[in-house]
């Protein structure tokens, strides 16, 4: 049987899974987007429904801003033990409130989580490990990777923590996990970066705290230096099935252009594991990963597909929509003939909390499309669509007033580069945006219906990249309103909202 890779598309890093009987639940880091920690659900490893956040309180969290593209939750891992799921994540806040490491936990996996607690122990990328024995691990990185025993109840370290591994020389050995395989501790871990370099190692011991032998075979999965057209796989996680067969989800990157470059953010990938006869992992395809892989897949479970339009009349936001730091109350509110947003001061070049509802651009190909009602009454008031990297690489088409005229334009901020590029009269307050991708460009267009869109403007995808915007989230596609140094007198309407992905999405092929 084949499958395809991403098995969640769009930015979607550093995912970490466990079972539960015939259940997978699985968890992504998500840096200053909020709700934070997406998390999916799936019978069969490769169709993923989401079914909520780990985090969706401001109680829980507080997101650092000003720092784009690099704050807030990195690399959770999830566990389930006795009945409870625990999550154990860092929120990278340069010294604000809630920097370090927390542990949260939930009886019902569709329910809401607990308040943090905060762990006293140092670095990035924390794990757990359940022995049989019943006592608990904490994993992490700081420098090398450590190891130290924890209260699962109060989060307080037991006795001495102790680095068990530096790995095999790359940069940057991260995202640690353990397993206790037959007669094995086994430490996965990720090294090289989470760039083109990036590969994970293995090590394993009779005991907890080592000594660790690494694998012979190291780097036990890459992608580097080959054609694929995965790049940077890494981070990755393992879970056995009902079966006894050994899957891992990890992270990888689509390219596009050449120097490579992305701008989906990291994806979510499968690949099966086996062992050889020294008890070492195969990861994947003798070590790599494609997008097409052959697999004795579980019997397939896909869920009920979403219509392509979301009209908000659900009552709640879909899970896939998200605010940029934490919410701030009366900047989006959901009424029942659409979404309401009511811009503040804050433009969107800026790295502060503003009228900004997005989701994530998840294939290279797509059009998205929303309509807009929004009468600018002062100068500057904007409101619009906009695909967003971080507060310096965005590009947008808006209803705004210059000048005195109401005007709809198509605006380019790429670094300290920032451009109206079209600029036309338009007397109604109601219009259709559209913004559609691909490898190359993203194009805008408006009209009164979504059956007559006139093209207004376009720009290359290559500057909104990781490559050319930095660090470690993936792109957006947002609605936003501002009053760009005051405060908007008008509220913009968005009464819905479609996405139209074009690529093959993820499926079996017999
Ligand atoms: C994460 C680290 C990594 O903490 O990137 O690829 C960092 N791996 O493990 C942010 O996702």
Known sequence: MKYMNPIIPGMHPDPTICRVGEDFYLVNSSFEYFPALPLFHSKDLIHWEQIGHCITRNSQLTLRKGFPNCTGTYAPTIRYNNGIFYVVCTNVAYGGADEGNFLIWTKDIYGEWSDPIFLDLPGIDPSLFFDEDGKVYYIGAY???????????????????????????????????????????????????TEYGHMLTVA?????????????????????????????????????????????????????????KHNLGRETMLLKVQWDKEGWPIMGDHGTIGIEMEADCLPQVPFKKKPVRDYFAQGKLDYVWNSLYNPVEGLVSLKEDGIYLVGNEVGLSEKDSLAW???????????????????????????????????????????????????????????????????????KDHVVLELAGNEEWYTFGYGEKETTINQLGQGETAYLTTEVGGRFTGNYIALYATGNGSKCEGKAKFSWFELENKEKECKIQE
């Not at 006795?159 to 397993?179: F, K, L």
């Not at 080959?226 to 099935?241: C, E, N, R, Y």
């Open 143 to 193: 420098g090398e990777i450590f190891v130290s025993q924890i209260d699962i109840a109060t989060g307080k370290a037991i006795g001495e923590r102790r680095n068990i591994w530096a790995g095999t020389g790359g940069n940057d050995p991260e995202g640690p996990h353990m397993y206790h395989i037959g007669d094995w501790y086994y430490l996965f871990i990720s090294e090289g970066g």
């Open 204 to 260: 394993r011991s009779k005991e907890v705290f080592g000594p660790y032998e690494a694998c012979p075979d190291n780097p036990v999965l890459t992608n580097r230096s080959t054609s694929l057209p995965i790049k940077a796989v890494g981070h990755a996680d393992l879970v056995q099935d009902n079966r006894g067969e050994w899957w891992a989800v990890c992270l990888g990157i689509r390219t596009i252009g050449y120097p490579f």
């Open 357 to 427: 509802l997005g989701r994530r651009q998840e294939q290279h190909t797509f059009v998205a499309r929303t309509h807009l009602t929004f009468d600018p009454i002062k100068e500057n008031e904007e409101a619009g669509l906009t695909i967003y990297m971080n507060a310096s690489h965005h590009y947008e088409i808006a209803l705004t007033r210059l000048e005195g005229q109401r005007v709809i334009i198509v605006r380019r901020s790429i670094g300290s580069l920032w451009k109206i590029e079209a600029m036309i009269p338009y007397e």
